[in-house]
């Protein structure tokens, strides 16, 4: 190496995408990728290698959707000065049709868009109209076959809030805790009478969001009491009677962080300490 | 032949779709149309040759979606007493997930879809953001590359409203009128910041939503003024430099009929004389 590396600026970006021709989120040897995509596209910009330490708010799986994904790049100053200020537009036309960019920014380096972060915001959609689901929803809209009672579902959900071993909805990473907090978990049928969850915790494992609504669907036709999604939280190992609803009704809407870079640095102290 | 035609029912059917992998509404051999999906289906309940009779509301160019089409169909008498009640569920079966019956209901033989229809009802979806359309909503709004003013898109549409000949805005049809009565045509932004314009009139003569809706285009930019669509009325044909917005951002959303059988009757002899 001849010389120091090209200072750094820490950039957070924004971001939506339709999940269903990605192999979701993380970079995969051959497989179509939402960071894969990203950074290929940044690094048309930037150069290619000039891109480093992408980390994602929330990893989601294969045919998840995102309207609010959040996560954080190091990019090479002189290039930021340079396009920074025309990088959406210039992502606009590099980025494939079903990821964009929506906003970019360069922030103070204690932000960590995965540590940082104080929650995530899931929507889970289900539809369970006798014909189906609204064609042009169908995309991110799970159809159900049979009637659901969304009063049961609500309050099946408000069984789950609060400080939990979230084991029984989880599935098993060795040495890591399924401990997480539930801050929201409840149903409502929009204008169209499709069946909405909203769903946000500190933090969620994995397939933890489908898991849950798999478990609240199951309630809600009948086929499970109402107290049964809370009942699993005393399993303390996977539960697998519970169904995995289906990936492609599921959107990550949001995440949440604290309003200052010395709570960026604070939570995620935190945070680490915690999923350690 | 022998013994007499089995009695038939008219049926009215609602219809969604997603237009995207349709070569429109009307049939076409070789080609995937929504006529074609939509009568496969009902052969394949009343048996193939029992359904006859296929009228729309709204015949949709390839690309346009529906979530409020119309149609009326005529099927045997006996296979709708079996059938009927479980019809929409039945098709939703049968039929591919980019169209679905959301409703089917036994009509009085006055009920023509198309020509007792009182006004066709339409949205037209574009999104001028930088970063372009959100992935989720792509197959359905336009991504327009340059901010558009929104009231002066809407002052142009109001200076549209009336009884005119639009033949500015139409393909032309050898001795068919151009004449239409525009009872709506205005835009506004949505939650997302998405501009929806409403559009209704009685009947739309060919691309005309779409011809209404580049005129306004051309304003909300600035590359035309406000009162540019409206002189195109005095044109008396079709105007050359008025571009046909995509397909994709249009959706018939809706179709009025009156309330009584009377006056379903009364409509069509009314509608069928103005259009000859």
Redesign the interface.
Same mark, same amino acid.
């Given at each position: 190496m001849t010389g120091a590396p090209a200072s750094q600026v820490r950039v957070r970006l924004d971001l939506? &995408?339709?999940g269903t021709d990605f192999h979701g989120w993380a970079p995969q040897p051959q497989r179509r990728t939402v960071a894969g995509v990203l950074t290929d596209a940044l690094g048309r910009v930037f150069g290619p290698g000039a891109v480093s330490g992408l980390t994602v708010a929330g990893r989601t799986d294969a045919g998840v959707?995102a %309207?609010g994904q959040v996560c954080h790049v190091d990019l090479p100053d002189d290039g930021w000065r340079r396009f920074g200020d025309t990088l *959406?537009?210039r992502?606009?036309g590099l980025l494939p @049709?079903?990821?964009?960019? %929506?906003?970019a920014a360069a922030v103070p380096a204690e932000f960590d868009a995965r540590f940082s972060a104080l929650a995530r915001r899931y929507r889970y959609r289900v539809g369970d109209? @006798?014909?189906? *689901?609204? @064609?042009?929803q169908?995309? &991110?809209t799970l159809?159900w076959p049979r009637p659901l009672d969304v009063a049961r579902m609500s309050e099946a959900g408000a069984g789950l809030i609060g400080e939990h071993d979230f084991a029984a909805f989880c599935r098993r990473r060795e040495g890591a805790t399924t401990i997480r907090t539930l801050t929201r978990l409840d149903w409502h049928r929009d204008a169209d009478g499709v069946l909405v969850a909203t769903v946000v915790a500190d933090a969620f494992c994995h397939s933890m969001v489908r898991s849950l609504v798999g478990a609240m669907l199951a309630v809600g036709d009948g086929r499970r009491p109402v107290m049964w999604p809370r009942e699993l939280l005393s399993r303390g190992a996977r539960a697998g009677e519970v169904q995995v609803a289906p990936p492609h009704g599921l959107?990550l809407v949001g995440v949440d962080y604290p309003a200052t870079p010395e709570q960026w640095a604070a939570q995620a102290r935190l945070a680490r300490r915690r999923r350690a």
């Open positions: 939506a &995408y339709d959707h %309207t *959406v537009r992502l606009a @049709p079903d990821v964009r960019v %929506t906003a109209a @006798p014909y189906g *689901v609204d @064609p042009l169908r995309r &991110y159809a959107i």
